[in-house]
C-alpha cells in the first residue's frame, strides 16, 4: 500500500511539474520576444535585488523597463521556487519506491541531472549576453526536461514487465524520432529569433520571391534550415498519421503551427511590437504542444505499435 500511495503522489507531482515547466518555456519565450533576456544582468539576483520594485530600479536608472525586469526575474523565480523544488520531491518519491519501481527512480535522476544542467545553461546565457547558441540550447534542455517529467507520469500506466518492450517497438521509435525532429526544429527557431533572422527571407512560401536564395547571408541560411525542417515536421507528422490514427491531430496541428510561422514573418513585416510578440509567443507554445503530444503519444497505454497501428 504504501508504493502505491507514494507512486499517486509521484505521479500528481510529476503532473504539476510538467505544467511548471511548460510555463517556464512560455516564460522564457516572452522573455526572448520582448527583448528582456538580460534585463536582470547578474545571476542568480536581479541587479543585487531578492525582489526588484520600480522604485529600487529607478534609482540604479535601469534601462529596462519594469515589465521586461519582471518577466526575466518571473522567468528565474518559477524555476528556483516552483520547478526546482517539484523535481526534488519528485526525486525523494521515486527514491522511497526505487525497489518496487526502480524505473520511476532513473528517470528521476535523469531528471535532476537536466535540471543542474539546466541551471547551469541559464546562468551561462547572462554571462554570454544571450547569444542564440545559448538561448538555443536553455531550449533545448527545458524541452528535454519536459520530457521526462512526461515520460514519467505516463509510466504510470505502463506495466512495468510492459515498458521495456514498448520502448523498443518500431512504431515508438518513430514517434521518438519525430519527437526529435520537433526539437529540432524548435531550437533551430530559438537561434533564428535570437540571431535577428526572423526576416531573413521576405514573403512565404518562398524566400524573397525565389526558390534559391541568396546563401552567402548567414541569416538567410539560418531562416532556410529553419523552413526546412519544419516541411521535413509535416512530412512526417503526415507520415505518422498515416501510419497510427492518434497521431492524426498532431499532423493538424503541424498544419496550423506552418501557417502560424507564415504569419510570423507577415506580422513581423507590418505590426507592433505587441502583435509581434503575441504571434511569436503562440508559435512557441504550439510547438511545444506538438513535442509534449509525442512524448505522450510514446508512453501511450494504446502503443502505437500495436492495436492502434494501420496496416498497409
Known amino acids: 500500500m504504501v508504493g502505491h500511495k507514494s ?33 536582470c544582468p547578474d545571476w542568480p539576483l536581479c541587479y543585487s535585488l531578492w525582489f526588484p520594485t520600480p522604485t529600487k530600479l529607478a534609482r540604479l536608472g535601469v534601462d529596462y523597463s519594469f515589465v521586461q525586469v519582471m518577466l526575466e526575474w518571473t522567468h528565474r523565480f518559477n524555476a528556483a521556487v516552483v520547478v526546482a ?27 535532476l541531472t537536466v535540471l543542474a544542467l539546466q541551471g547551469g545553461v541559464g546562468r551561462f546565457t547572462v554571462f554570454d549576453h544571450n547569444s542564440p547558441w545559448s538561448v538555443a540550447a536553455h531550449l533545448g534542455l527545458a524541452s528535454i526536461l519536459l520530457a521526462l517529467v ?25 514517434v521518438a524520432m519525430l519527437g526529435g525532429l520537433v526539437l529540432t526544429t524548435m531550437v533551430s527557431g530559438a537561434i533564428v529569433a535570437k540571431s535577428g533572422a526572423t526576416l531573413s527571407c521576405g514573403g512565404w512560401p518562398l524566400c524573397d520571391g525565389g526558390l534559391m536564395p ?44 506552418v501557417l502560424l510561422g507564415a504569419a510570423v514573418i507577415a506580422i513581423y513585416s507590418k505590426h507592433s511590437a505587441g502583435f509581434q510578440v503575441a504571434i511569436g509567443a503562440v ?21 502505437v505499435s500495436s492495436v492502434a497501428q494501420k496496416k498497409y
Open 85 to 111: 523544488p517539484l523535481v526534488l520531491a519528485m526525486c525523494v518519491f521515486a527514491w522511497r519506491e526505487r525497489k518496487l519501481l526502480p524505473v520511476n527512480w532513473r528517470v528521476s535522476i535523469a531528471v
Open 7 to 39: 507512486f499517486d503522489i509521484l505521479r500528481v507531482i510529476a503532473c504539476v511539474a510538467a505544467l511548471a515547466i511548460m510555463l517556464q518555456i512560455v516564460l522564457g519565450a516572452l522573455t526572448r520576444l520582448t527583448g528582456s533576456g538580460l534585463a
Open 214 to 257: 541568396d546563401l552567402r547571408d548567414s541569416g538567410i541560411v539560418l531562416h532556410v534550415v529553419h523552413r526546412l525542417l519544419a516541411l521535413i515536421m509535416v512530412i512526417g507528422l503526415l507520415w505518422g498519421s498515416w501510419r497510427w490514427r492518434q497521431l492524426r491531430h498532431l499532423a493538424a496541428l503541424a498544419f496550423v503551427q
Open 283 to 303: 508559435h512557441q507554445i504550439v510547438a511545444m504542444i506538438i513535442f509534449a503530444a509525442l512524448v505522450w503519444s510514446f508512453w501511450a497505454p494504446s502503443a
Open 150 to 174: 512526461l515520460s514519467l507520469v505516463r509510466l504510470k500506466s505502463v506495466p512495468y514487465h510492459d515498458w521495456r518492450r514498448r520502448a523498443a517497438s518500431n512504431g515508438c521509435w518513430a
